[in-house]
């Protein structure tokens, strides 16, 4: 059974998304800073008249921070009942392909939270990203 | 389910909550026929329905009780309590049954029999059933998300969307048309006609949301009656201000913490009947419970006459249970040692019962109030009784804020946790630097300093260096001063819960999204208290001035200069801001002064001073409902002041005069204030209507009409349209009254001295016994209801 993809690119990385959980795709401009909150949460952003909370897609795999300001991608997403944008490098397009297989190669522990299996799309594997580990963020450092 | 079961369910329901009380009173009160027949129409009812739907067991429930019932009616048996408590168990169960069927489950009809059996004359007490058969349905209810609306609202909010349409349409056409030229105007009226008929829309929805507290407080009788048995106690309830409205939410919310408020006063509040006549006291103990509007708060008061909570005893616990220390116990005010039957795990009842020992304590009622946005205040004499009163915004959605500003971020405060707000640098206002940490004094107060960008970017404090100082009071009690760069707008916002990494932050209550479309945060003030470390022990530093304050029930008011140069003072709460206007907005119209301002007219006040000729300084007031404005010269400052001492003689702006700093200072008063206001607000639309014969005469139109117009009547003059349906007509000198109209004549004439005795007529220059004239002939025609 073949289901659809957004493939987009984080910390430069083609990645797929599982289309299903994508409500739309963005270009923000403004994001409103959000202080003493987890890092991986870079602000707030209006979208129609709804508030959505930007998730640093980078900063959620513990790969770096996202440089907020100028124009930025987002994949905007649902979870839990509250709406979130994404921050990504780039949009491709939505691809249809086949059920999801485990990654066939070692992740680094960063990829390996968020990844839940691969996908094939001409002929290239991409990983498939579960949007609710990036809203989640790293787990937390002991203190 | 099945459309007219759905109906029955939901209107039995319905009548049930209501039905509990009228039963307890008809217990109280068996003469009342009218509660007894309603009880009996209620069953009749179901007994009806149930026939006609096919439901077997609660036909034979419902019609053993209506047989019963019927006895009664026909005086065949005398009502006792056995009768009250079948009556009460069988109702009890038709609801345990209504919510099986639309739920789907079964119950047991074991206890059936045993309840239709107590409903016969001389069985014994029911309650042992009635227990046996409520205890298993104890789990939480499921509440249905139904409700019912009067047609009329929904008349009016068919209507409105209909505007609202055509509002679109209009707006649309003026956006066509915009683009050939002139454009601007026309546009902009059609966006404001708009969101006229959003806010109205906005209005009605929210109507939609309100339900009376009846629904809340009509299940408290049976709760009282029920628990005093069980207790053996006397109580008697009083309830008062039922049809208060609510959000529904909101309803729902608190009606546990109330159940459990009620719970505590007569398990723990209320004493036994003879400790009651030891202490001097009546045996029937009174428990009050009522329910008013404040602003944008609803207030609910609940006052017991028992023994009250003994803060001392509480603090010994509190310092066992290693709670607080000893040193620290010392200081506390008694307002700080009645907070701590918030803390949880502290109680002073002397043995957990099974009323109200279940583990929830006030802690727990406190959070769940907190959580919707309110407060518990806590008042007690011990000996003499308690008074809880819970304070709940109106509803759960859109809050009245400010918004601030640190550096480049805006954030919101809710309104109802603000105090005050003042300026750095100013006379009344000092800060110390004291072991780390800073110290506001604010007009001899000390309250700690918070940063606001200390907490959020955990910085040291340069709240030395924030602009403005805004007072804040959190839920627990404690209270602070925060620092910020600036003060901007006062909104009304929608508040939403924004995501939980954003709620795990602490000291955020919420998103929003104002009228720039940015959006904002709101901020939790108990949460920044806690993130700051302001602990609610600080408060023990002011402690003596507020045994002191408890002695007169201080007020705090806004010291101001007036136009005419005198210092006035008004109750603060009623001031919802100070703004600047431009003098063109304020022109006197029709006899009144008024303000254009935010595109609306506000009445206008003043001291009658004349007004600055560019720029008018105005308080906007607010009681909920009405808003006006009143001119003043410059704000002094806020003060502390007892309830006026010398009253004025006559009504007016004056209420009378009160002591600041020893110096006597009049008081403005708020309550004519917004008499008048209201009465600007409405005489153009439901004023009665004054006749004025002789429209020829300019006198009449220009000096007579106005004079009417603004005492609030609406004015016709003779040969004008609808001038058949006038209320009163004023007649000049011997002119005649106009022919066919029952309607009560006030004569005027021009001469000083009245013709003879039986000369009725009014000198036109009298204005008092004019209108006094007006008012008595249109009350004396209601009265009589049309007889002339």
Redesign the interface.
């Known amino acids: 059974m073949e289901t659809l993809f957004l493939i987009a690119s984080i910390a430069g990385q083609r990645v797929a998304l599982p289309a299903y959980h994508v409500e739309s795709v963005v270009e923000m401009e403004?994001v409103?800073?959000?202080?003493?909150?987890?890092p991986?949460?870079a602000g707030?952003?209006?979208l129609r008249?709804?508030?959505l909370?930007v998730i640093d897609s980078l900063a959620a795999l513990g790969l770096g921070r996202t440089p907020i300001g100028g124009l930025m991608q987002a994949v905007i997403v649902g979870c839990?009942g509250?709406p979130?944008a994404l921050l990504v490098e780039s949009v491709e397009d939505v691809v249809r392909a086949p059920r999801p297989q485990p990654p066939c190669a070692v992740l680094s522990p960063e990829w390996a939270r968020a990844a839940r299996g691969m996908i094939e799309h001409e002929g290239e594997p991409l990983l498939l990203i579960d949007p609710a580990a990036l809203?989640a963020?790293p787990p937390a450092i002991a203190a | 389910m099945d459309d007219l079961l759905g109906e029955f369910i939901a209107e039995t329901r319905e009548t049930l909550d209501a039905l509990a009380g009228e039963v307890v009173a008809w217990e109280a009160a068996p003469e009342d026929r009218a509660r007894l027949d309603a009880i009996f129409r209620f069953v009749h009812t179901v007994k009806g329905s149930c026939g006609f739907l096919d439901l077997p067991r609660l036909e034979r429930l419902s019609h053993a009780a209506e047989d019963a019932l019927a006895d009664v009616r026909a005086d065949r048996r005398k009502p006792d309590a056995a009768l009250v408590s079948a009556v009460l168990a069988v109702i009890d169960r038709i609801g345990e049954l209504t919510d099986a069927i639309e739920t789907g489950e079964s119950l047991s009809d074991g206890e059936d029999a045993m309840l239709i059996a107590a409903l016969a004359p001389g069985a014994g007490d029911a309650r042992a059933v009635t227990l046996a058969a409520s205890s298993p349905s104890a789990g939480p209810r499921a509440v249905s998300r139904s409700i019912r609306l009067p047609v009329e609202l929904l008349d009016r909010m068919m209507a409105g969307v209909s505007d609202m349409v055509l509002a679109r349409n209009e707006l649309a056409r003026s956006l066509r048309d915009g683009e050939g030229g002139d454009g601007g105007l026309g546009i902009e009226a059609a966006f404001e006609r708009l969101s006229q008929c959003i806010g109205e829309m906005r209005d009605a929805i929210s109507r939609t949301r309100m339900a009376r507290i009846d629904t809340l407080f009509s299940a408290l009788p049976r709760l009282v009656r029920d628990l005093s048995a069980d207790l053996g106690k006397l109580v008697c309830l009083e309830v008062e201000g039922g049809d208060v409205e609510l959000d529904r939410e909101m309803i729902e919310m608190i009606r546990d913490p109330l159940t459990h408020i009620v719970r505590n006063a007569i398990d723990h509040g209320i004493e036994s009947p003879e400790e009651r006549k030891r202490a001097g006291k009546p045996p029937v103990g009174r428990l009050r419970i009522s329910a008013r509007q404040a602003g944008n708060q609803i207030l609910i008061d609940a006052i017991d006459d028992g023994r009250g909570i003994d803060g001392d005893r509480l603090v010994q616990k509190a310092i066992d249970a290693g709670l607080v220390g000893a040193d620290q116990a010392a200081s506390m005010s008694w307002s700080r040692k009645l907070d701590l039957i918030f803390t949880a795990g502290l109680s002073t009842a002397r043995e957990v019962s099974a009323i109200s020992g279940r583990g929830v304590g006030m802690d727990v009622v406190r959070a769940n109030v907190e959580r919707i946005g309110g407060l518990v205040d806590v008042d007690s004499r011990p000996g003499a009784g308690l008074r809880l009163t819970l304070r709940v915004p109106l509803t759960l959605t859109i809050i009245p804020a400010l918004t601030i500003s640190l550096a480049e971020?805006y954030f919101a405060i809710p309104r109802s946790a603000i105090e005050e707000i003042v300026r750095r640098g100013g006379r009344a206002v000092r800060i110390d630097r004291m072991g780390g940490g800073l110290v506001a004094s604010i007009r001899g107060e000390r309250l700690p300093l918070v940063d606001l960008g200390a907490?959020?970017?955990?910085e040291p404090g340069r709240a030395d260096e924030r602009a403005i100082l805004v007072v804040l009071k959190a839920g627990g009690g404690e209270r602070y001063v925060l620092g910020v760069d600036a003060v901007h707008d006062h909104e009304e916002l929608v508040v939403?819960?924004?995501?939980?990494?954003?709620m795990?932050?602490g000291?955020?209550a919420g998103?929003?999204?104002p009228d720039n479309?940015?959006?904002?945060?709101l901020l939790d003030v108990s949460g920044i208290a806690d993130?700051a470390g302001v602990a609610a022990g600080e408060e023990a530093a002011d402690a003596p001035a507020e045994v002191d304050a408890a002695e007169e029930e201080l007020l705090p008011a806004l010291l101001f200069r007036d136009l005419d140069c005198v210092e006035r003072a008004i109750g603060l709460a009623l001031v919802e801001r100070i703004e600047d206007v431009p003098a063109a907005a304020a022109s006197r119209s029709a006899g009144r002064m008024r303000l254009a301002h935010d595109g609306r007219i506000l009445p206008l006040f003043g001291c009658g001073a004349p007004l600055p000729p560019d720029c008018i300084r105005i308080l906007r007031m607010n009681d909920g409902t009405t808003q006006l404005a009143y001119a003043i010269d410059s704000v002094i400052d806020i003060v502390s002041i007892g309830s006026a001492q010398g009253m004025a003689a006559e009504p007016g702006p004056i209420a009378g005069v009160a002591l600041v700093e020893g110096r006597p200072v009049e008081l403005l008063d708020p309550y004519w204030l917004f008499a008048e206001g209201v009465a600007q607000a409405v005489s153009r639309e439901t004023g009665p209507l004054c006749l004025i014969v002789d429209a020829s005469d300019p006198w009449t139109r220009q000096v007579l009409g106005p004079l009417v117009s603004a005492a609030g009547y609406r004015v016709a003059f003779q040969g004008d349209e609808g001038g058949a349906e006038a209320d009163v007509v004023i007649a000049t000198g011997s002119a005649p009254p106009p022919l066919g109209l029952a309607v009560p004549v006030v004569r005027i004439r021009s001469e000083v001295q009245g013709r003879g005795e039986d000369d009725d007529s009014i000198y036109r220059y009298d204005r008092t016994g004019l209108l006094d004239a007006l008012r008595y002939r249109i009350e004396a025609r209601r009265a009589s209801g049309r007889r002339y």
């Open positions: 403004s409103t800073p959000v202080p003493l909150v987890v991986h949460i707030l952003f209006a008249s709804r508030v909370t839990d509250h979130y809203v963020g | 971020t907490v959020l970017a955990g939403k819960p924004a995501a939980p990494g954003v795990a932050a000291i955020y998103a929003t999204l479309s940015r959006p904002m945060l993130a």
